[in-house]
């Protein structure tokens, strides 16, 4: 191979990404270094042709050199905004898929798709809004890094003490045991007065708002295992601190009540429906049947929201400083 086509190629290659108003000045100064260099090298008494090359690998690559001498950033996202891009990701993540997908299985839901559809077309959708809050998002650092890649101009608030986080409480407030509590007596009140005397006033009488036929069964599994919830709460209290394994027992709690709701929806035997046909004789089976999915949806709603409290609590405690005694 002929050195000086080698020389050429190199001086090629890294001026392709150069713009054009720099490529002439930049490609005289590059020739010239090499040049120079290998003239050092020869006059070592070094092979020319060795020389040559031993000079444009300590170059190394073309584009990589030619990025120095543009100060053109070899990376998506830098230092710059790192942080601010991934605080903003996670963020979004946090708050978009989650309402996309509770959005689209409901949709599919009200629409009257099968288990399978709505299955398939939420993981879809959930993957989707994945990827593309990621894509934009990226994209949008991507642009901002390279457009500000030459100015000394920072978009980003410049940080400052002010900005330190307050340090994560440890302990397990008294007041989320006693919310905890109270919640589920008022539930669990509002269930038992249901069955027994009704929550709903139709031509004078009282109705069931559930499904009669849940009582006692299915009324009564769904009271153990709110008091059984109540009790894990307290007990992260009475303990000090949320863990993994407790947060996981609520969460399993918690799908011990999402998943006979939904299947229960789908059965139509989770409300009363007879209250809707009465008052509204011609679209009163459709009233139901939405009333039904939107209760539903709800329920599991707060179910899958109450496990991901219990978790997010249970990291706090971990990462937390060890537990102060009470009395201290």
Request: glycine residues 6%.
């Amino acid at each position: 191979m002929d050195t000086t086509t080698l020389t050429e190629r190199y001086l090629d290659a890294a001026m392709r990404t150069v713009p054009e108003a720099q490529r002439a000045d930049l490609a005289a100064e590059l020739r010239t270094s090499i040049e120079d260099q290998i003239e050092a090298r020869t006059d070592a008494g070094e092979d020319p042709a060795a020389a040559e090359r031993a000079v444009l690998e300590h170059l190394g690559d073309p584009d990589k050199l030619a990025a120095s001498y543009t100060d053109r950033p070899l990376y998506l996202i830098g230092p710059r905004y790192f942080l601010l891009w991934w605080r903003l990701l996670k963020l979004l993540l946090w708050i978009v898929t989650p309402i996309v997908a509770f959005a689209v299985a409901l949709g599919q839901t009200l629409a009257g798709a099968p288990v399978g559809e709505i299955v398939s077309t939420t993981w879809a959708s959930t993957v989707g809004a994945f990827l593309l809050v990621s894509f934009w998002t990226t994209l949008v650092f991507a642009v901002i890094e390279r457009s500000t890649a030459t100015s000394k101009e920072d978009l980003t608030t410049p940080w400052t003490p002010d900005r330190l986080p307050e340090p994560q409480a440890y302990r397990v407030r008294l007041s989320d045991a006693v919310s905890a509590v109270v919640l589920a007596a008022i539930t669990i009140g509002v269930i038992v007065w249901d069955q027994a005397f009704g929550l709903v006033r139709l031509g004078g009488e009282w109705h069931s708002f559930l499904h009669p036929s849940l009582w006692p069964w299915w009324s009564g599994g769904a009271v153990v295992l709110m008091v059984a919830s109540v009790a894990v709460a307290v007990g992260a209290y009475l303990r000090h601190r949320w863990t993994y394994r407790r947060a996981a027992v609520k969460a399993i709690l918690n799908l011990a009540i999402a998943v006979p709701v939904l299947w229960l929806m789908a059965q139509s035997r989770l409300l009363n429906s007879e209250p809707w046909l009465a008052g509204i004789p011609d679209d009163g089976a459709q009233v139901a049947q939405i009333v039904t999915i939107l209760v539903a949806f709800g329920i599991v709603g707060v179910c899958i929201g109450d496990a991901i409290d219990a978790f997010v609590k249970a990291r706090r405690s971990h990462r937390a400083a060890p537990p102060v005694s009470r009395s201290a």
